[in-house]
C-alpha cells in the first residue's frame, strides 16, 4: 500500500454560487493529488502509456461520502492511499479533513488495461514491487532507519 499526504487551501475559484466547495469541486481536488500520486511513484498517465502501453482506467466509484462543508480560505489535509486490490486492479482511498474534522471520503477502482487490446490484463509485480519500495522509504525516512533494500546494499559493499 502507498499513502500520499498534502494539503490543500480552498482558493475562491473552488467555490459555488453559495460560497463552499461543492461535491463536484471536491471531487477535482481529489482528482488532481491522485495524479499527484501517481505522477510521484511513476505510474503516471503519459509514462504508462508512453514506455508501457498500459493505462488506469476507471473502473467503479465505491464511496462517496460528504460530511462538512468546506469554505474559503480552509486547509485541507488530503491523505490517499493506493494498493492493489486484485490481480487486475488498484483501488484508492481518499479523506479529506479540515481542522481534525472529516469533510469527504472517497474509494475508488481502476482496473490495467493494455493499450494494444484494450483489455484489462493483470498488474505486473513490478508496480507491485513500486509500491512496496517507496512505502518502505516513507517509513525509513520516519523512522530513521535503513530500508531493506539499502540494507542489502550497504551490507553488500562492505
Known amino acids: 500500500m502507498r499513502t500520499y499526504s498534502t494539503q490543500v487551501k480552498v482558493e475562491p475559484a473552488h467555490l459555488d454560487a453559495g460560497n463552499h466547495v461543492n461535491w463536484l469541486a471536491q471531487l477535482k481536488i481529489t482528482e488532481r ?5 501517481r505522477e510521484e511513484i511513476g505510474l503516471g498517465i503519459e509514462l504508462l502509456k508512453s514506455d508501457y502501453g498500459l493505462f488506469l482506467v476507471m473502473g467503479r466509484i465505491h464511496d462517496c461520502a460528504y460530511q462538512r ?27 479529506l479533513s479540515c481542522r481534525g474534522q472529516s469533510a469527504a471520503v472517497f474509494r475508488w477502482t481502476m482496473p490495467l488495461v ?45
Not at 462543508?69 to 479523506?95: H, V, Y
Not at 493499450?115 to 518502505?136: F, K, S
Open 33 to 37: 493529488v491522485h495524479f499527484a500520486l
Open 69 to 95: 462543508q468546506l469554505r474559503a480560505g480552509d486547509l485541507i489535509d488530503i491523505e490517499m492511499r493506493m494498493w492493489r486490490s486484485r490481480p487486475t486492479c488498484f483501488e484508492f482511498t481518499a479523506s
Open 114 to 158: 493494455a493499450l494494444a487490446t484494450g483489455r484489462i490484463c493483470v498488474i505486473p509485480e513490478w508496480m507491485v514491487d513500486r509500491l512496496d519500495e517507496l512505502e518502505q522509504k516513507i517509513v525509513a525516512k520516519i523512522t530513521g532507519e535503513q530500508s531493506p533494500r539499502e540494507y542489502r546494499r550497504a551490507t553488500a559493499n562492505a
